[in-house]
């Protein structure tokens, strides 16, 4: 059985940083690529960043670009969303999701979804 488990949510300030980890299990981890979604309260899911299965390749949303980084480790099954200068807008539920052999930005690829983890940025 499939599971992604988002980790690393929490209360932050406006300029500061959060690190967020999706571990998954029961799948050939290298051989999925993995995406990072949010939802903001009234808002519709939105992409936030992909990572090929093996790491080379990367996409972001435009409005993270050079503030957000994602990163994976297959050894440890696990992927990364460093988050740094955080805004207020960028306060969400974050869902990490895998799709098998592809790069994408469109919800409707994933496979696999986790349950999220709430991020919330103060002024």
């Known amino acids: 059985q499939v599971q992604l488990v988002e980790s690393g949510g929490g209360l932050v300030q406006a300029g500061g940083s959060l690190r967020l980890s999706c571990a998954a299990s029961g799948l050939t981890f290298s051989r999925y690529g993995v995406g990072w979604f949010r939802r903001a309260p009234g808002k519709e899911r939105e992409f936030v960043a992909a990572?090929?299965?093996?790491?080379?390749?990367?996409d972001y949303l435009d409005s993270v670009k050079g503030r957000f980084t994602i990163s994976r480790d297959n050894a440890k099954n696990t992927v990364y969303l460093q988050m740094n200068s955080l805004k207020l807008e960028d306060t969400a539920v974050y869902y990490c999701?895998?799709?098998?052999?592809?790069?994408?930005?469109?919800?409707?690829?994933?496979?696999?979804w986790g349950r999220g983890t709430q991020v919330t940025v103060s002024s």
């Open positions: 990572i090929s299965g093996s790491g080379a390749s990367t």
């Open positions: 999701a895998a799709v098998f052999m592809k790069l994408g930005i469109r919800e409707a690829l994933y496979d696999f």
